[in-house]
């Protein structure tokens, strides 16, 4: 008796040509029972593993599937990492969040802070900017990537702020729910996620590793300020949405705080020069339509201002109707930082060190 197996065949993901010369050696003689039995088991197992093929995940080939490290997974991480400012007035930081309820001590007077609608009560009892609100530990906090912590004093507290990245982007939002895929090339393995709100973007985007690709289930619905949105079809639309509403915002922010109260100059840097003197006992005041004026007594100097985005950074253009040594000040300033009662700029030229910083009377 003869057995053949049809060509074509693998085993093990290794082709098998199995042809009459090979199973020559495949007779089977009645007079040996075990020994038929052993050989049609044995050409069992083989057609057996004839049928086994290795399964390699299909990584989409049309640049829709980006590696974990690409700057557009990063921007995604900024757009749903949590805002912290709305709490400044407790931890002056925004990248903490403070859990509710506090107690805190201002000028030794205790001040319970149940709920937004108390921190009123702490504002009532700022009197200047020397004072410290201290809270009574320990405390629950936020970090802008979702993570909690237990802090157990003030240093641990200034800690925690220094080592957080308050890189937010809160002028953007994503339309949840999305849908995701991970490709592991590493390990051959696809996994489809759905992010239903901010804390699972960070979480998911957290636990990325190298060698790992995503694609996002497109199109996606991005949320502007003025209740807008903005549908995207691919991750270069994603980016560039981002990057342009996180421009404005930035802009339209800074152009809020200027232009409400009047400032001092409270540093100027003019080609290594300090030159702050110069500026002693003027206010500025950065009208909305665009006009400025620098009073000091009865000298006033009036000028114009205007906000520029370039390379992805803000700029503040000053320019005051004036001669030396008040034309020194005129000129196209970076803004390095700004917060409701600072304005911290540097020369727009990346070889000198002109620095000019304004506080909030």
Known sequence: MKIFLGKGRSFRGIPVLLT???LRSFHFKASNPFKVWAQ??????VMSGCQEEETFIQIPTDGSAIPASSPVVDLMFRV???DGSDD???????C?????????????KIIQVNTPADFVLVEDELDDDDDVVEFIYPIQIILSDFTQATISSRQELNQKIANCKDDFISCINFK???VLTIYDTNNQVANVVTVTNDESMCNFIKQLRSGTLISLEFPVTMLLPNSSQVVVSNFNQLEQAIVSADNSCHEDDFIKILTTGTWRVELFINDSSDETSTWTDFVFAFSPNGT?????GALVITGNWFTDTDDGELELNIQLNAGNPYDDINEDWTVLRYTSTTIELSGDDDDDDDRLNFKKI
């Not at 049609?40 to 197992?45: P, R, Y």
């Not at 400044?88 to 925004?94: A, C, V």
Request: aromatic share 4%.
């Open 176 to 178: 949840y729910p999305l």
């Open 96 to 108: 903490t969040t403070v859990v509710l309820p506090v107690r805190v001590t201002l000028d030794g």
């Open 20 to 22: 009459m010369k090979h």
């Open 292 to 296: 400025l004026t620098a009073t000091r």
């Open 40 to 45: 049609l088991v044995f050409l069992l197992m």
């Open 80 to 82: 749903a990492k949590l």
């Open 88 to 94: 400044n007035i407790l931890d002056n930081s925004s």
